[in-house]
């Protein structure tokens, strides 16, 4: 089993970047797709990016995906933040057995 | 149109049990696996199991083995979670979740709305 690491919160002004980190504590990031969910308050999460860089259907490219070997870790990239970008993210990933969430990080549009 | 609708809520005591079901429609359920995932109130998403599309492979996060089972019904084309030896921490929004594509497992691309269950004496 393993664990997805994320900062608690991160905040930034409109019209920033703003980058959420993602790090795996065992075993390689690469080994398995990153997935990245937005949770805005009192809806059900929705995919941002999935299979580590791919965006769905209706998601703006301002939203990004990346993976680094050499931390282990994956990246979710916000440019030309909104008011609307205001949510709760949250990485996912899994192996064999067990998928896992990452703890979330709460973005705030300052 | 893809819909997930959960049911079985509720309130009930430690150590009882409780049933949760999924009605799924709108797609062929048969060739999805299906995941059940929580989230208690204010806290972050957690996995709880998974089942392949024919019910011969099933995974559970360890806080619940062996007191969770998920199981389904293709021909009713819904998914279920029994509950037992609830626990206070077991309270949150639970919910069943369809991947992408058929036959895989590794993402949660469609949600339902949820099932509050709330464990209190």
């Known amino acids: 089993n393993f664990l997805l690491t994320q900062p608690h919160s991160v905040s930034e002004s409109p019209g920033k970047t703003v980058i959420i980190s993602c790090t795996r504590n065992?075993?390689?990031?690469?080994?398995?797709?990153v997935q990245w969910y937005q949770q805005r308050p009192g809806s059900v999460p929705t995919t941002v990016v999935y299979?580590?860089?791919?965006?769905p259907s209706g998601v703006p490219d301002r939203f990004s995906g990346s993976v680094d070997t050499s931390s282990n870790s994956a990246s979710l990239t916000i440019s030309g933040l909104r008011a609307e970008d205001e949510a709760d993210y949250y990485c996912?990933?899994?192996?064999?057995?067990?998928?896992?969430f990452g703890g979330g990080t709460k973005l705030t549009v300052l | 149109e893809m819909q997930l609708v959960e049911s079985g809520g509720g309130l009930v005591q430690p150590g009882r049990s409780l049933r949760l079901s999924c009605a799924a429609s709108g797609f062929t359920f048969s060739s999805y696996w299906m995941h059940w995932v929580r989230q208690a109130p204010g806290k972050g998403l957690v996995w709880v199991s998974r089942?392949?599309?024919?019910?011969?492979?099933?995974s559970y996060a360890d806080s619940v083995k062996g007191r969770f089972t998920v199981s389904r019904d293709n021909a009713k084309n819904t998914l279920y979670l029994q509950m037992s030896s609830l626990r206070a921490e077991d309270t949150a929004i639970y919910y069943c979740?369809?991947?992408?594509?058929?036959?895989?497992?590794?993402?949660?691309?469609?949600w339902g709305r949820g099932t509050l269950v709330t464990v209190s004496s």
């Open positions: 089942i392949n599309s024919d019910e011969s492979s099933t």
């Open positions: 299979e580590d860089n791919q965006r």
């Open positions: 065992s075993g390689s990031i690469a080994s398995n797709y």
């Open positions: 996912q990933s899994y192996d064999n057995n067990y998928q896992v």
């Open positions: 979740v369809r991947p992408s594509y058929s036959n895989s497992y590794f993402d949660f691309a469609y």
